[in-house]
């Protein structure tokens, strides 16, 4: 949907062991030379790897199946059988691993780095690891032990330090790309905003990511809209703001329903920290509605901004850098 790929599901399975082999020594000039079969080689493991350059799952849309090498069987002269090779599944920063039957998380990968999700099979024993002095030819080794299989559910969260929460068409795009080097697409219609967009805010000693998602509407929790679908992207962020268009007339009642569809959502959303961003100063004749807004909201840090006067953006930038300082 919208080229945007945040769900999917695969099948993994890790690679068998090879046998061990059976084998003995037969060399002239060389009497009762012995077992000399060598071990099997061990099994491919299945390997997810973090990868920062990618931001969604469409590389793994058509290939759902990942399967690692089978270990190569032992041989004679104590050769040990070639490894099987892994199978590597890169994906982007953010991944909730679950199995797709019983939904037992598996893994969380939010940093660049490779997690082992099954392993492969050790391989068997040559027929000379079972010598002994009443056992002086073996004629026995040890078959590899199986690979392993699962179906995994494969969940995208975007790594972001805030998120935008919004109705449609309330000026996250136009904030987006005004403080940030993103250029999401802006027009003056509802769900201009299909996936989530990130953008990189330069606070002077480190970078602040935010990240946008399509608009909410009333019911989105209960699967309304495209806001629902994306909501997840936002569980990871630090805190969050929200954005209320002033030039609308439902602007007083916007955060409480912005608000209740977070917490029917999710609950621990509406525990972020958060600002809320009074939007289009610009088109107001006066600064009535943001002083409502503020007496309506009394403890909540209200701002108002105009993208196109740069009004109260450089306070909305301090506000967006309070919210982001580690405890």
């Given at each position: 949907m919208f080229g945007f790929v945040d769900e999917t599901v695969i099948e993994v399975s890790s690679g068998h062991g090879g046998t061990g082999c059976i084998s003995f020594r037969r060399e002239k000039y060389v009497p009762r030379g012995g077992p000399d079969g060598g071990n099997g080689g061990k099994g491919g493991d299945v390997l997810f790897t973090v990868k920062r350059n990618l931001k969604t799952l469409a590389h793994l849309r058509m290939k759902r199946v990942f399967r690692a090498q089978n270990g190569r069987p032992?041989?004679?002269?104590?050769?040990?059988?070639?490894?099987?090779?892994?199978?590597?599944?890169?994906?982007?920063?953010?991944?909730?691993i679950t199995d797709a039957d019983?939904?037992?998380?598996?893994?969380?990968?939010?940093?660049?780095?490779?997690?082992?999700?099954?392993?492969?099979?050790?391989?068997?024993?040559?027929?000379?690891?079972f010598t002994s002095s009443v056992r002086q030819a073996p004629r026995y080794a040890q078959p590899g032990l199986d690979g392993e299989e699962r179906k995994l559910k494969i969940v995208l969260s975007v790594i972001a330090d805030i998120g935008f929460v919004g109705f449609p068409n309330?000026?996250?795009?136009?904030?987006?790309?005004?403080?940030?080097?993103?250029?999401?697409?802006?027009?003056?219609?509802?769900?201009?905003?299909?996936?989530?967009?990130?953008?990189?805010?330069?606070?002077g000693f480190r970078d602040i990511i935010l990240a946008d998602i399509p608009g909410i509407i009333e019911g989105a929790s209960h699967g309304a809209g495209l806001g629902f679908r994306f909501l997840k992207h936002i569980s990871r962020t630090k805190g969050l703001a929200f954005l209320i268009d002033l030039s609308e007339d439902n602007y007083h009642e916007a955060f409480e329903v912005l608000r209740s569809e977070l917490e029917t959502y999710a609950p621990e959303l509406i525990k972020k920290p958060r600002v809320v961003i009074g939007t289009k100063l610009d088109l107001l004749e006066n600064l009535k509605p943001?002083?409502?807004?503020?007496?309506?909201?009394?403890?909540?840090?209200?701002?108002?901004?105009?993208c196109f006067s740069r009004r109260g953006i450089d306070e909305l930038r301090e506000g967006f850098i309070d919210l982001t300082k580690e405890p």
């Open positions: 032992g041989e004679g002269r104590r050769k040990h059988g070639r490894d099987g090779k892994d199978a590597i599944v890169e994906v982007p920063p953010g991944i909730r019983t939904d037992e998380l598996i893994a969380d990968l939010t940093e660049e780095s490779t997690f082992c999700i099954l392993k492969g099979g050790k391989g068997g024993k040559g027929n000379w690891h309330a000026g996250k795009s136009s904030l987006l790309a005004h403080v940030t080097n993103a250029h999401p697409k802006i027009a003056n219609y509802p769900f201009t905003t299909k996936i989530p967009n990130l953008g990189v805010m330069d606070a943001l002083e409502e807004l503020k007496g309506l909201l009394p403890g909540e840090r209200v701002i108002g901004i105009s």
